[in-house]
């Protein structure tokens, strides 16, 4: 579950590892001052571009330099196309983390006894 395949790629992302969280979150703070220059910007087309950008900007950052040139290969600058990949990148982490939490649950149930075990026990 640690592979995003996305566009013909798999690239590797795990959120359990300190390394790859602390790039994840410095990236996604990068592109939110980003966005916000761009919020001036008075020409659709230029908004548009820009806005593309700050994508291609959050996966160079988290995979690696010229990640974004494979992801957008033969996707236009098209504000949709780009949520689309951003969406499909959350729903990524999102059941990442998800399995994560429930694997850990897993791991917590099986060895924490639950109090009415630990009362049979007292007894």
Not at 65 to 74: D, H, L, V
Not at 76 to 93: G, H, K, Q, T, W
């Amino acid at each position: 579950m640690k592979i995003w395949k996305i566009n013909g790629l798999e690239l590797t992302l795990d959120m359990e590892d300190a390394d790859t969280a602390e790039r994840y979150e410095s990236a996604f703070e990068l592109m939110m001052k980003e966005e916000n220059e761009t919020r001036n910007i008075a020409k659709l087309s230029q908004k548009i571009r820009a806005y593309c950008k700050i994508f291609r900007n959050l996966y160079d950052r988290i995979f690696g330099e010229g990640t974004s040139a494979k992801i957008f290969e033969n996707v236009p600058e098209n504000s949709a196309e780009y949520d689309r990949i951003y969406c499909d990148f959350l729903d990524f982490v999102k059941n990442q983390r998800s399995d994560s939490a429930q694997r850990k649950s897993r791991i917590l149930a099986k060895y924490s006894p639950n109090r009415q075990q630990r009362r049979m026990k007292k007894k």
